[in-house]
């Protein structure tokens, strides 16, 4: 009976002495990928974006409507403000057809 405890007790120990430098190794290679990391992460504003989110944006196109049986193109410039607000505004309608 003794006998069987201190061959199960030797076996225990030598199993712990092939894993324990494994550990070490582990931890090793993870000190040396926390040098060179993969994802890169800012904390605080992007401060080189700040000047674009201030600004208002205008562009200008045309879009085809209907009124009635005729048919108008219209030049419309949409005005984009900093706090999300869209603003729409007619320049010019001209008819370019009767019928729809």
């Not at 949409?78 to 505004?89: A, E």
Request: proline share 4%; no cysteine; charged share 20%.
């Amino acid at each position: 009976m003794i006998m069987k405890k201190i061959i199960g007790l030797s076996l225990i120990v030598g199993s712990l002495a092939f894993a324990v430098p494994a550990a070490e190794a582990k931890i090793g290679t993870a000190s040396a990928n926390a040098a060179d990391p993969q994802i890169r992460v800012q904390i605080g504003p992007q401060r080189n974006r700040r000047w674009r989110n201030n600004r208002v944006y205008v562009t200008t196109t045309t879009r085809i409507v209907g009124f009635g049986r005729n048919r108008f193109r219209e030049v419309i410039r949409v005005t984009h403000y900093p706090n999300g607000r869209v603003s729409t505004q007619v320049i010019s309608r001209t008819r370019i057809g009767r019928n729809w």
